[in-house]
Structure formats: C-alpha cells, structure tokens
C-alpha cells in the first residue's frame, strides 16, 4: 500500500484480555517502530525493529508487552492481560533508513485500544 | 523532569498570524531536530528535519535550533485554517525520537 497500515483502528478490552495489534509497513521499508501516545500526550517510543530483527525493546512498558516481526515486514505488538493503563493509541512507523538516524518516519493512523 | 519540555498551549490565534512553538531538551546529544504534525485522530507527519544548530526554511514554515541552550523552535508564517493541528518537538540522537507533549493550535478564519 502507499501508507503504513494499522489494524484494528479501534479496539476495546476488557481488563485482563489480550490483545494484538498489526501494522503493515511501506513496502520495503526496513526499520520499523511502534510508539505509544497517551491522551494529550506526545507519541513514548516503545521498541525498534530492523528487518526482522528487535534491535531496541527498552521503551516497552511491562513484560505483559511483547512485539514481533518475523518476517522483516508486517509486525504485531501484543499486550496480554490488558490493564486500564494500557488505553493509548499505539502508533506504528516506518523508514527506509537501516542505520544511524532513521530520517522520515512515516506513522500510520494508529490503532486506539480503549481497556474498561 | 522530561528529557523534552514543550510549551503546552493550546494557542488560538487569527488567520494570517504568525504562531510561534518551542522547546527545551536536556540530553547533549540530541542532534537531530525534527517537527511533526498532527491532525487530529491522526498520525503525526514529518513537517521539519534540521541537523545540528541553526536555521532552516520551508516555505512559511522556519525551524530553529540552538544546541548551546538546547532550545528548539518552529514560526508558522502567514497562518491559515488549514494549520490547525497539534506540533510535535521530536529530537534524536539516533533512531529513536523523543516527542514533546505537542501544542495544540487553532487558527481562526
């Protein structure tokens, strides 16, 4: 596609479910980053891929956070055991950058997680 | 403290005004500046990308940077409608962007 994808847009949770977010990168892009943004907030970076690589997971809040890319393209952030603190839109983003400062990244619309 | 401090807003101002917005950092190493928009339910896009210290131009849009006070600052010229969005400070000293909490501005036709 022509942008960075993210689905589900909109997701609401009950406390304690799971839930996994996708993002679909621009194609061929080879760093990929997901951010958290809290209402009012500025976007909190949470971890970096390099192809299929993880090269930086330090932003990730609790061990209940993991992400994957496996395949160096599409990459799914899954939370389990969802907590009230988890509601933030989850942004993801993309460079053709490998190395050194990643220069434009390229966010997608994020997906909104909402936990009750 | 945040390593990024933004000036909160959120700024009104009327079409045709020029809005100022800045930032304040601590980390020495920041040496790239980035600016992004934000509209609203949206994801942010890259409007300015400076390198190190000094000035940089784009259309009505000046970015500005000074290392020695580790100051951050963006003039929207000739403001319109259309400006009306949520600014985001983002430096770096790698790959990983520190974001402000953004400014919110409205301009008013």
């Known amino acids: 596609g022509a942008g960075v994808s993210q689905s589900p847009r909109y997701k609401v949770a009950k406390r304690g479910q799971d839930v996994a977010l996708r993002c679909d990168p621009i194609?061929?892009?080879?760093?990929l980053f997901w951010y958290q943004q809290a209402l009012g907030q500025g976007p909190e970076f949470l971890t970096y891929?390099?192809?299929?690589?993880?090269?930086?997971k330090s932003g990730l809040p609790s061990d209940r956070f993991f992400a994957e890319r496996p395949e160096g393209s599409v990459s799914t952030l899954k939370i389990q055991r969802t907590q009230q603190e988890d509601s933030a839109v989850y942004l993801c983003?993309?460079?053709?950058?490998?190395?050194?400062?990643?220069?434009?990244?390229?966010f997608g619309e994020g997906s909104r997680l909402t936990v009750l | 403290q945040k390593e990024v401090e933004q000036d909160p807003g959120p700024l009104s101002v009327p079409e045709g005004a020029i809005v100022s917005l800045n930032c304040t950092y601590s980390?020495?190493?920041?040496?790239?500046f980035m600016w992004y928009r934000q509209y609203s339910r949206k994801g942010p896009e890259l409007l300015m990308y400076?390198?190190?210290?000094g000035n940089k131009e784009d259309g009505r849009f000046t970015a500005q940077v000074d290392k020695s006070s580790k100051y951050i600052s963006l003039f929207i010229r000739d403001s319109q409608p259309s400006d009306s969005a949520t600014y985001l400070c983002?430096?770096?000293?790698?790959?990983?962007?520190?974001f402000g909490a953004g400014t919110t501005v409205t301009v008013r036709a």
């Open positions: 980390n020495s190493a920041f040496q790239y």
């Open positions: 983002a430096p770096s000293d790698d790959y990983k962007l520190s």
């Open positions: 194609s061929g892009h080879v760093s």
């Open positions: 400076t390198y190190s210290s």
């Open positions: 891929f390099q192809n299929e690589a993880q090269l930086d």
């Open positions: 983003a993309s460079s053709s950058r490998a190395s050194g400062n990643t220069g434009e990244l390229f």
